[in-house]
């Protein structure tokens, strides 16, 4: 079976669209409507889908549904097709005309971005073994933004079938946090499933007007919800507790001590204020004051790291780490180019949260990361097996650590 998740309707999903056209191998189609897409049907047309594949299209979005349901009581003169074609312009006059019963709807679907969510029946839920022996971490989704690997996760999970999955950073933005973690949820079925949070992951941007350049507000009120209702052990918050076992985990951020040693650019030496600029690194873009706060978020990522750690060798458990960023320079796989692109290895993880675990390496059995996209292999540092995962944007990577076996399997794309 294959299943194409399409997600909003941008040019991104339109190519993918495309691909997948001409390989005839869609069986299954899940369209989630984004905020600012016309409609679900119309990114199908766009994309050149055949007739009949447009009325294979099994779902329009809540928001797009409550849409026709408030054009239908408030714009009776307008047609469907005028709707489909001006749905911007539709939006507009419905706010404008919308009366009492219709705002705390309309509102629930804006401010809490979850207007979206595929119905239940849309994905075939796998039956899970219940051992958790066999363990798939991985990273790096970007549902969203980028053509995310969900179609390499879920022929992973279909193949490998293990028995528990983590899932390390960089899921989709704060106001989607419900519809992807359902869409997790849904691929991984009834497995034990648990996930940190990665850099972007944080990106309210400044629309809320709220103190989200402080990461633990982002958690609580973006993740912690829909982490819960979707049964998945949030990491940045608990370890994850699977029989002898214990994942531990979280962001971690970066505090520039990763950063190449006296970098020089253009024959000046590369100092904080130059990494402070954070110039062509988005998350300054995204992240409210990332610069102001990189310090304190860096100091609450690494304290929130070491009392997790200590609960579970407090609780006596095997402990498997999964980090989204590098705790330790050699697992950034940063090549060095002589170019600006240099100065990103300072993004790359943090050294606070290396040392803490560096401090307990003694307890810790398996430890990966993702965030910097490039690969690195297992190796020991500090005593503990350690590797990048390097999932990419559309690219899916992970491995399977065999809890019994202590062995550790490269799934995905060929990495090496
Ligand atoms: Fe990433
Ligand atoms: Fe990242």
């Known amino acids: 079976m294959t299943l194409l998740w399409v997600d909003g309707s941008g040019w991104n999903s339109q190519n993918d669209l495309r691909i997948h056209e001409s390989q005839d191998q869609i069986q299954v189609i899940v369209v989630i409507a984004q905020r600012k897409s016309v409609s679900s049907t119309r990114a199908m047309k766009t994309s050149g889908m055949s007739k009949k594949r447009v009325e294979d299209v099994l779902y329009v979005s809540p928001k797009m549904q409550l849409l026709f349901d408030l054009v239908k009581k408030h714009l009776p003169e307008w047609d469907e097709e005028k709707l489909r074609k001006n749905a911007d312009e539709a939006w507009k006059l419905v706010f404008e005309v919308a009366d ?45 933004g ?60 400044n629309v809320m007007g709220k103190n989200y350049h402080l990461m633990e507000n982002v958690i609580d009120d973006f993740w912690t919800g829909p ?23 979280g962001y971690g951020h970066f505090d520039l001590g990763l950063a190449w040693p006296n970098l020089i650019l253009d024959g000046e030496p590369v100092g904080e204020d130059i990494y402070l600029k954070g110039d062509g690194w988005n998350d300054f873009n995204y992240i409210p004051q990332c610069a102001e706060f990189l310090k304190v978020n860096a100091r609450d990522q690494a304290a929130g790291v070491a009392k997790r750690l200590d609960q579970a060798i407090a609780d006596k458990k095997r402990i498997l780490v999964a980090m989204h960023t590098c705790p330790w320079s050699e697992l950034n796989g940063h090549p060095r180019t002589g170019s600006y692109s240099d100065i990103f290895t300072g993004y790359s993880g943090n050294s606070k949260v290396g040392k803490e675990i560096k ?58």
């Open 100 to 144: 009492q019963d219709d705002k705390p709807r309309i509102n629930e679907l804006f401010e809490r971005g979850e207007y979206n969510t595929p119905p239940e029946e849309e994905v075939k839920r796998i039956d899970a073994p219940t051992d958790t022996q066999r363990i798939l971490f991985t990273a790096d989704f970007h549902m969203g």
């Open 146 to 205: 980028h053509r995310s690997s969900l179609q390499g996760f879920y022929e992973t999970i279909e193949e490998e079938n293990p028995g528990a999955v983590v899932i390390a950073g960089d899921l989709a933005r704060p106001s989607r946090a419900g519809t992807q973690l359902t869409a997790i949820r849904k691929i991984v079925g009834k497995r034990p499933c648990a996930v940190a949070l990665g850099n972007h992951d944080f990106w309210t941007g």
């Open 227 to 249: 982490c819960r209702d979707n049964d998945l052990v949030l990491l940045d918050r608990q370890n994850a507790l699977w029989g002898d076992v214990a994942i531990v985990g």
């Open 359 to 416: 401090k307990r390496a003694s307890n810790i059995e398996f430890l990966m990361c993702g965030h910097t996209h490039f690969a690195v292999k297992e190796r020991k540092i500090h005593g503990i097996p350690s590797l990048n995962v390097g999932a990419d944007y559309g690219v899916f990577r992970g491995v399977i650590y065999d809890t019994s076996k202590k062995t550790i399997k490269w799934v995905g794309e060929t990495a090496f």
